[in-house]
Nanobody
């Protein structure tokens, strides 16, 4: 199973605008297709934030629109989540999920990252 890796989390001041990134932690030889971001606050279910296709088409959870922006750099095989004007209620573990292709075999994996903690606090 291809493992995804997220980066960019940590302690953020209220109002901050960090950017998370997601790539194949297993190394080269993999291609990320449709990818999405989710978040899970302590004691709550994992919520969908946004999804992006290889061609760049996006869709968002309605209540996430305007605050989160998903994007990708296919040359870098990386997907990003720009988060704006964060509030303490945005504190959660943020997860990347993607369909990943193994270039040599064509195998497709539905992969998740281990998550990155984002804590919004002064």
């Amino acid at each position: 199973q291809v493992q995804l890796g997220e980066a960019g989390g940590g302690l953020v001041q209220p109002g901050g605008s960090p950017r998370l990134s997601c790539c194949a932690a297993s190394g080269s030889g993999f291609r990320i297709y449709t990818a999405g971001w989710y978040r899970e606050a302590r004691g709550k279910q994992r919520d969908f934030i946004a999804r992006i296709t290889v061609g760049g088409s996006t869709n968002y959870a309605e209540h996430m629109k305007g605050q989160f922006t998903i994007s990708r750099d296919n040359a870098k095989n990386t997907v990003y989540l720009q988060m704006d004007s964060l509030k303490p209620k945005d504190t959660a573990v943020y997860y990347c999920n993607a369909i990943v292709s193994v270039v040599t075999t064509g195998r497709l994996d539905d992969s998740w990252g281990q998550g990155t903690q984002v804590t919004v606090s002064s």
